[in-house]
Nanobody, 115 residues
Framework: QVQLVESGGGSVQAGGSLRLSCTAS????????MGWFRQAPGKQRELVATVTPRGTTNYIESVKGRFTVTRDNAESRLYLQMNSLKPEDTAVYYCYANLRDMDYWGKGTLVTVSS
């Protein structure tokens, strides 16, 4: 198992930036894909970005060029740098990890972007 704890959420005006962090309770060297999901009010949870153990990344179209996902395997941490934030980015953001074919999520951190 792995526990994931997010931090870094908050309120920001449109055009601003936030950096989310996630700390894993297990060494990131043994974790497969890590990433970030988000869930906006009244909407389904969606996958925002993923990063493989070797650093290969994928993003949903709506955040490409604005968000950057990175992982620090030595520190067992995952980050999401969010720039040029838009009101539609408002959501609870969840850290995700896949370990031995099991999926794990943190409890989430709220990001609110005002116009």
């Amino acid at each position: 198992q792995v526990q994931l704890v997010e931090s870094g959420g908050g309120s920001v005006q449109a055009g601003g930036s936030l950096r989310l962090s996630c700390t894993a309770s297990r060494s990131a060297f043994v974790i497969n894909v890590m990433g970030w999901f988000r869930q906006a009010p009244g909407k389904q949870r969606e996958l925002v970005a993923t990063v493989t153990p070797r650093g290969t990344t994928n993003y949903i179209e709506s955040v490409k060029g604005r968000f950057t996902v990175t992982r620090d395997n030595a520190e067992s941490r995952l980050y999401l740098q969010m720039n040029s934030l838009k009101p539609e980015d408002t959501a609870v953001y969840y850290c995700y990890a896949n370990l031995r074919d099991m999926d794990y999520w943190g409890k989430g951190t709220l990001v609110t972007v005002s116009s």
